[in-house]
């Protein structure tokens, strides 16, 4: 028997009229170089439309790439919608990558228009003379296009002047692509992953309920995790769904006006990879400075207990999720389960969290693909499957990624809970094989993070000769213990946490710990340097 109920597409065109019918006057909030631009979900609504008849006027067609280049602000937000809301397809760029990946993945992408801010316009005359198909250039300033290599280059003001402020919004199949992203590319090529409309708006349900991450329209959500990477984790998606305030740091990331806008706009949610949040504590231990009511979400890269106590400490309420761009990206929270007592609260913080309702996980081992228990110790590779998780890559590249039931293969090396919360021990490529043994880089670095005076800490395999690899530290003093910390100091710390045999060769001391592009560490660049330097001593036996 069938259903009395429609398909009703699940498309981005229901969270724009949502937003804008019924939550008209809430507001977008993008800070500038001077002052802050706000307007509300009406404005929004009006601009979205004229860029939509925008887009048509260039030539836009159905299915064709938008690529934006562009920082976290309200230009963005309205690209975010325009292009996928009229049955093309958003290409969010990621500015920090070198200019070889960036023109790839305009050309593998096939954009056809590209907008950029002001600010990030050189990283694409860098390469102007190799994006052969894009046709046209949108400069996303306040006056007109300045003069420059590319062309043809029109300024997105004047683009939308004078358009009319309604846009008749096609019907759309809601598995037709609504937006993509490229990976960071930081293991060979980045690879294409294309979002439909359904998994958009299954994401941004799945992120926004209880049990997920937990948002409602209340909230005032200020997402620190770029735009141009995994869709700022879906949230402005999910905010739009909501009805929620949003707002927007645009390029300016310094803890100062992260503060002060956090307090002056009232923000009760954001999220970020953990490099953001390190300066950040800094400056709250500094100044003294408490952001009570305050939720973060960190991802990306692991949540060390020291960043999260410090952080508690402000009255944040800190939480960890884990996903990947292959994932839209959030695919698992760490909710606490209600059977829990509070003082498993800490524990669980710590660890990437449970999969979010629609997301199934199972562990295979890394050499036989066999099932792994979930007994919080034996640890394997995670494997993820579901209707945001992507099946396969753009162009059908690295097939292999996917196994023959239609599980994606993730890479990340975890051990799981009987509770069901992953605890990730590394990725495949950065575990350190010691003597046949692994020893997991991510648990090290949080160990070392943990000690008072340092500040950062990325732990690689360097080859040995008799152990095949070896751990090596790098960390970065606090800038009050510069020069004054010793590898000893960090070696009696780390003694009663973790094995002997886990004990690194050697810390290295550097002013900074090189970060990619979406500022997670580099550890490729760390291992570039190592080889120069390969570890002295043999581990204690
Ligand atoms: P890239 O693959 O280019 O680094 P992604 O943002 O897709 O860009 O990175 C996804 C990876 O980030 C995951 O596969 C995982 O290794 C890591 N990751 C994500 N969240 C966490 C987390 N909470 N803790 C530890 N690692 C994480």
């Known amino acids: ?62 299915g064709e790439r938008v690529g934006t280049l562009a920082w976290n602000n309200h230009r963005h937000l309205e690209l975010y919608f325009a ?52 046709k046209q250039f949108v400069v996303m300033t306040d006056g007109p296009s300045p ?19 309604v846009y008749p919004w096609p019907e759309l199949d ?91 706009e009232g923000v009760t949610f954001s999220a970020g990879v953990p490099s953001v949040w390190i300066p950040l504590l800094q400056y709250l231990d500094k100044t003294g400075t408490n952001l009570d009511g305050l939720r973060m979400f960190v991802g990306g890269s ?42 498993d609260r800490k524990a669980i913080r710590l660890k990437q969290g449970m999969p979010l309702a629609g997301i199934e996980l199972r562990l295979a081992n890394v050499e036989t693909g066999e099932s792994v228990a979930w007994d919080g110790k034996s640890v394997g590779e995670i494997q993820v499957r579901g209707p945001w998780v992507t099946g396969s890559y753009f162009r059908g590249v690295d097939a292999d990624r996917f196994t023959a039931d239609g599980w994606l293969r993730t890479g990340d090396v975890a051990n799981v809970d009987p509770e069901g919360y992953i605890a990730i021990v590394d990725r495949t490529k950065d575990l350190v094989k010691s003597g046949g043994e692994w020893i997991s880089s991510v648990e090290l670095e949080s160990a070392i993070m943990g000690h008072p005076k340092v500040l ?41 946490l973790v094995a002997k045999w886990w004990l690194p060769d050697e810390v290295r001391f550097i002013d900074e710990i090189p970060k990619t592009s979406v500022g997670k560490f580099d550890k490729k660049v760390l291992r570039e340097r190592a080889l120069k330097a390969p570890a002295a001593a043999a581990p204690s036996e």
């Not at 884990?322 to 929270?333: H, I, N, Q, R």
Request: aromatic letters at 8%.
């Open 174 to 264: 809601e598995r037709d692509a609504a937006a993509m992203c490229y990976t960071s590319g930081t293991t060979g090529k980045p690879k294409g992953v294309v979002y439909s409309h359904r998994s958009s708006v299954l994401h941004s349900l799945g992120i926004a309920i209880g049990g997920g991450i937990g948002l409602q329209e209340a909230d005032s959500i200020l997402p620190i995790v770029p735009m141009f990477h995994a869709n700022a984790w879906g949230l402005p998606y999910a905010a739009t769904m909501l009805g929620a305030k949003q707002v927007f740091a645009d390029r300016f990331l310094d803890p100062v006006s992260l503060t002060e806008l956090i307090r002056e």
């Open 302 to 343: 692991a949540l060390s207990a020291g960043l999260y106590d410090g952080l508690t400490g402000h009255g944040i309420d800190t939480n960890q999720g884990w996903g990947m761009t292959e994932t839209s990206p959030v695919a698992a929270c760490a909710t606490i389960k209600s059977q829990l007592t509070d003082q």
């Open 1 to 62: 028997m069938r259903s009395t109920m429609p398909d009703f597409p699940l498309t981005l065109q229901h969270f724009l009229w949502r937003s804008t019918t019924l939550f008209p006057s809430k507001e977008i909030v993008t800070k500038r170089e001077a002052g802050r631009h706000r307007y509300t979900y009406a404005d929004f609504g009006r601009r979205v439309a004229q860029l939509a008849h925008a887009l048509k006027d260039l030539g836009v067609g159905e």
């Open 456 to 496: 950062e800490a990325a732990v690689i395999g360097v080859p040995h000769p008799k152990w095949q690899e070896r751990p090596v530290a790098y960390a970065v003093a606090k800038p009050e213990f510069k020069g004054s910390v010793s590898q000893d100091e960090i070696l009696d710390f780390l003694r009663p």
């Open 147 to 165: 003069n420059g290599e590319l062309t043809p280059l029109s300024s997105y003001e004047e683009l939308l002047a004078g358009r009319p402020s």
């Open 83 to 134: 292009a996928p809301c009229s049955g093309a397809v958003l290409h969010t760029l990621n500015p920090r990558l070198f200019p070889e990946h960036l023109a790839y993945v305009i050309n593998d992408a096939d954009d056809k228009v590209i907008f950029a801010d002001a600010s990030l316009l050189p990283a694409l005359q860098r390469i102007a003379k190799q994006l052969k198909g894009v």
